[in-house]
């Protein structure tokens, strides 16, 4: 039947998505020691509990993708799926800027004075993290429109690709090879994930909401950077007041937005 057909395709996806997630890190053990695994291991958490989010946000946008695909709605569509690309901007974007700043002060923090050298670690991953909160919405609507038979090449690939490139690189470039590679394959994903819903669909998004988020970003690193002096919570506070004032003078942030975000189920 088509629902068992989508569950079929649903499991290989999944498979497959496991492998090239995972891969960084078994190969790390494979071929350095636990102490490499475990600086690479406390950045990467950092990723795993960001991800969360998005995963959580893109399942309660789904129901409305897909009833409005479903509907042959194109307008509903495109306007749910322009709302969620645009929300997860707004905290993708001061997220990863936020984080890179303030990495090494964080790792400190969270694993201790060991562990400095998680800090630059994560400092490459969280722009695989930010990756990802686009990577999983759009992956998602490619199983609410129905293509999940077509993503199946594109994680085969990256599977395949991911193995490859931490087995070349790893034993020469350690924590460096496997995080960059890391960010490589989350992008790949979500750029191929969308070309999956592009072809599908033929959507547009405007990048009018994301052009302002970015600025607003901009101006944040900005100030950080002049205050990178000070503590941890209170560059980070002051970081985020920052992004905040910005976006609002630019015009990125208003009622209906936070109305939107609050009105999803």
């Known amino acids: 039947t088509a629902r068992s057909g989508k569950r079929v395709w649903s499991s290989v996806t999944i498979a497959l ?9 078994i190969m790390l053990a494979i071929f350095k020691t636990q102490e490499t695994v475990g600086i690479y291991g406390a950045g990467y958490k950092v990723l795993e509990v960001l991800i969360a989010f998005p995963a959580m946000f893109a399942g309660l946008l789904m129901p409305l993708i897909t009833r409005a695909y479903a509907d042959g709605d194109h307008e509903r569509f495109t306007a749910t799926l322009q709302k969620g690309f645009d929300f997860l901007a707004m905290v993708a974007l001061p997220m990863v800027a936020g984080t890179f700043m303030l990495a090494h002060p964080l790792m400190r923090l969270i694993a ?11 400092r490459i991953l969280i722009f695989a993290t930010g ?33 490859v490139g931490y087995g070349l690189l790893i034993p020469r470039y350690s924590v460096w090879a496997a995080a960059g590679v890391t960010v490589a394959t989350e992008l790949t994903i979500t750029i191929g994930s969308f070309l999956i819903v ?14 302002k988020t970015f ?19 209170l560059t980070a506070t002051l970081g985020a007041v920052t992004y905040l004032a910005a976006l609002l ?17």
Not at 114 to 120: D, H, K, Q, R, V
Not at 132 to 150: E, P, S
């Open 112 to 122: 201790g004075s060991g562990f400095e050298l998680s800090g630059s670690v994560l």
């Open 17 to 25: 998505n496991i492998i090239y997630f995972r891969a960084d890190t």
């Open 131 to 163: 990756s990802i909160f686009f990577g999983v919405l759009f992956g998602n609507t490619v199983v609410a429109i129905g293509r999940q038979r077509k993503a199946i090449p594109l994680y085969a690939v990256v599977a395949i690709g991911s193995l």
């Open 215 to 233: 600025i607003s970003a901009v101006i944040m690193v900005a100030v950080m950077w002049v205050f990178r002096g000070w503590n941890l919570f």
């Open 198 to 211: 592009w072809s599908a669909t033929k959507i547009r998004l405007s990048l009018r909401q994301f052009g």
């Open 249 to 265: 003078a630019v015009g990125g942030l208003n009622r209906a937005m936070i109305r939107d975000a609050m009105q999803l189920r």
